[in-house]
């Protein structure tokens, strides 16, 4: 009897109870979004770290290639040296896509952890009934 006159008053009380869970939903929400928005940028960094230690070492190779191409193949055929040069050729190209990735890559992890709705949804109501009633 108890259960279902609570059951039925429910969705009631929690309609009631929304106007005042907002303000504190609204403080958490807040906060989470501040938290994601830390993180991001502390993700976008770490990338942007990573792409330039990448990219030096792709640069260090390339140049130690380039610079001692001719005595690096002194004794190599010629299947080896088109492999030196493709090789070559592969680091160059993975310079510019560095430079693509600089540009977008760091902006799309701070998109990731943008909020972009917010609501609140009750997922759940307690009702404290003494023993005695």
């Not at 309609?15 to 869970?21: A, H």
């Not at 504190?24 to 942007?48: H, K, N, S, V």
């Not at 001692?68 to 050729?89: A, G, H, Y």
């Not at 992890?109 to 009934?129: I, K, M, T």
């Amino acid at each position: 009897m108890i259960q279902r006159r609570l059951l039925a008053d429910a969705g009631r009380d929690v309609e009631e109870l929304l106007p005042q869970l907002a303000p504190r939903a609204e403080e958490l929400a807040e906060l989470a979004i501040d938290r994601l928005r830390r993180r991001g940028e502390r993700e976008a960094q770490d990338l942007r770290e990573t792409l330039e230690r990448q990219r030096e070492r792709v640069r260090e190779e390339l140049a130690r290639h380039e610079g001692q191409f001719q005595q690096l193949t002194l004794d190599f055929d010629d299947e080896e040296k088109r492999q030196v040069e493709s090789n070559m050729r592969a680091w160059r190209s993975r310079l510019e896509q560095f430079d693509r990735d600089f540009t977008r890559e760091p902006q799309r992890v701070n998109e990731f952890y943008e909020v972009r709705a917010r609501r609140v949804e009750p997922v759940g109501l307690v009702y404290l009934w003494p023993e005695t009633n």
